[in-house]
Every structure is written in C-alpha cells, then in structure tokens.
C-alpha cells in the first residue's frame, strides 16, 4: 500500500511539474499578490490533506477547522515577519525524528530554515546533581525535570521574539552528558525565513502565542515505550530500574505539562508515520510554494 502512496505523491509533484496552467509569480510587495498566494495555497493545502486522507498511514491525525485562513490572513497582513512553527509531543513521540527528516528537505531544497530545540533552555541543575550525585537521584528525590519551572523560558520567549522579527540569537547550551551545565549564549541561531522550535516546552505558558503554526505529534503509547526504553539503553546508559523510573515520571510529567497542548494545536501529526513519505509531502509542499510561471 505504501509503494501506491509514494507513487501517488510522485504523482502529484510531476503534475504539478508539468503543468501548464500556472499562475505568474505574484508580486509579495504588494497585498494583492500576498492574497493571491494565500489563496493558492490553501487550495494546495486543502489537496494535500485530502490525498493523505485516503493512504493507509496518513501523517495527518487532524487539523484545526479555521487554521488555514487563519494563516493565509497572518501572510497577508504581516509578510516580513519570520513564519515560527512550534512542534510539541509527549517523550517519544516522533517528534526529534521528524525534525531531522524536515532538516534532511530542508539540506536538499536549500531552504531558508532554522530549528531550534527547547531542551537547550533547560535550566542550569550542575549544583543540584553535585549535591545529590546524580540526575536519577535528583530526580528520585522529587525535582521535577518537564515542569515550566525548569525551563529558562524567560530566556527562551526574549530569544523567539527576536527571531521573529529578523535578529540572529546565541542560545543556551545543555549539555546531554549527565552534568546538568547550561553554558549560556553558546549555540548560534540564525533568523531563517522560517523557524522549526521543537520540544515539550515549545507550547509552554505564553510561549504558544508565539508560533504561527503550532503542531502536536501524537504516537500509540506502546510505541512511545518501546522508543524510550530503547533510547535509555543505547543513548543513555541507563539500568533497566532507572530507564522503567523515569518512563513512570514522563507518563505523568507529559499528561500534566505536555498534553495540554494538543487541544490547541493546529495540526496533529501521526509521530509513527513512514518517513518516506513524510519527506515526499515536504517535497510536494516545497514544489507547490515555489512553482510559479515568470
């Protein structure tokens, strides 16, 4: 059934390659040609999410009844402002990898994108794990890791705005090494076109308010386990009592933290889609958004 899928998308982007009724490139300076673009692509939208409606494993779980106008109004109105997305999900969800499967278009289209992990704003814990001699002893020991308390979000809002409206950032650094040490303005974020933030506290307070497009990636919880089970041995070192410890502290941290956001997301995607045929509807989308006459 997959191989009918891909051959579908294929489909699409020689059709779409190939045809000879295209619209001149509109003029983005002026309203009117923003307009004619927004209503070109929400008719494009409207047809990608009516051919995934009908493959096997569609990536689309759902999506908001208003956000496409919503966002053609938002192109219209605000042009020179950066398009932020935020990706949100549950630990394990599919989230990370998704990201990198948008990289890799991203690398072969040469687009003008930038993703940015929240996971760099976690809070500096270098003190806390000295004193108890360990994150699983922190952790033990009540310190609540997912909570928007233990985010630098103040940090991170002040960062996304400026991304927003152009400005280049250096962004914390956590380090994964078992240490807890935050190294502060140490990654260089560049203000792209467009911004991918991606992590649970992307959704965090306020932060949502941000984001153009906000997206929840949702997986089967069985899967979710088996991910994080796999990742705590392979990635992390983690003992079989400590990998079991924390998978029970994120069931709960990401009901309470992490779920929330889903109700206001704008699209749901399926976290355990093929990604084969993820990256073709990036490639149809990348085709449509760029496939002007003139």
Same mark, same amino acid.
């Given at each position: 059934m997959f191989e009918d899928d891909k051959n579908g998308i294929y489909h699409l982007i020689e059709k779409e390659l190939n045809s000879t009724d295209k619209i001149l490139?509109? +003029?983005?300076?002026?309203?009117?040609? *923003?307009?004619?673009?927004?209503?070109?692509?929400?008719?494009?939208?409207?047809?990608?999410?009516?051919? +995934?409606?009908?493959?096997?494993?569609?990536?689309?779980? +759902?999506?908001?009844? +208003?956000?496409?106008?919503?966002?053609? *109004? *938002?192109?219209?109105s605000n042009p020179s402002k950066r398009i932020m997305i935020g990706i949100t999900g549950e630990s394990a969800s599919g989230k990370s990898t998704i990201c990198k499967e948008i990289s890799n278009v991203i690398k072969r289209f040469n687009m003008p994108v930038t993703i940015l992990t929240t996971d760099n704003y976690f809070n500096d814990i270098s003190e806390l794990i000295k004193i108890y001699g360990s994150f699983d002893a922190l952790r033990d020991n009540g310190y609540d890791v997912d909570s928007p308390e233990s985010f630098q979000l103040d940090i991170l809002r002040e960062d996304l705005n400026k991304i927003s409206q152009g400005e280049d950032v250096y962004s914390p650094e956590y380090l994964p090494n078992g240490t807890g040490v935050s190294i502060?303005?140490?990654?260089?974020?560049?203000?792209?076109?467009?911004?991918?933030?991606?992590?649970?506290?992307?959704?965090?307070?306020d932060l949502k308010d941000i984001f153009d497009i906000k997206v929840y990636v949702e997986t089967d919880l069985d899967i979710r386990r088996d991910r994080f089970m796999t990742r705590a041995y392979t990635e992390r070192n983690q003992d079989l009592e400590n990998a079991k410890k924390h998978w029970d502290y994120i069931l709960v941290a990401g009901e309470k933290y992490v779920k929330p956001a889903r109700e206001e997301a704008d699209i749901i995607l399926n976290g355990d889609s093929n990604l084969l045929y993820f990256s073709q509807i990036l490639e149809y989308i990348h085709t449509i958004t760029n496939n002007f006459e003139g």
């Amino acid at each position: 059934m997959f191989e009918d899928d891909k051959n579908g998308i294929y489909h699409l982007i020689e059709k779409e390659l190939n045809s000879t009724d295209k619209i001149l490139k509109p +003029d983005f300076t002026q309203k009117t040609g *923003r307009e004619l673009l927004a209503f070109y692509l929400q008719s494009k939208f409207k047809q990608v999410l009516s051919y +995934d409606s009908k493959v096997k494993e569609p990536i689309f779980i +759902d999506v908001k009844y +208003d956000f496409i106008q919503k966002f053609s *109004r *938002r192109l219209i109105s605000n042009p020179s402002k950066r398009i932020m997305i935020g990706i949100t999900g549950e630990s394990a969800s599919g989230k990370s990898t998704i990201c990198k499967e948008i990289s890799n278009v991203i690398k072969r289209f040469n687009m003008p994108v930038t993703i940015l992990t929240t996971d760099n704003y976690f809070n500096d814990i270098s003190e806390l794990i000295k004193i108890y001699g360990s994150f699983d002893a922190l952790r033990d020991n009540g310190y609540d890791v997912d909570s928007p308390e233990s985010f630098q979000l103040d940090i991170l809002r002040e960062d996304l705005n400026k991304i927003s409206q152009g400005e280049d950032v250096y962004s914390p650094e956590y380090l994964p090494n078992g240490t807890g040490v935050s190294i502060p303005h140490s990654k260089f974020v560049p203000s792209n076109k467009i911004v991918i933030v991606e992590g649970m506290a992307s959704m965090y307070k306020d932060l949502k308010d941000i984001f153009d497009i906000k997206v929840y990636v949702e997986t089967d919880l069985d899967i979710r386990r088996d991910r994080f089970m796999t990742r705590a041995y392979t990635e992390r070192n983690q003992d079989l009592e400590n990998a079991k410890k924390h998978w029970d502290y994120i069931l709960v941290a990401g009901e309470k933290y992490v779920k929330p956001a889903r109700e206001e997301a704008d699209i749901i995607l399926n976290g355990d889609s093929n990604l084969l045929y993820f990256s073709q509807i990036l490639e149809y989308i990348h085709t449509i958004t760029n496939n002007f006459e003139g």
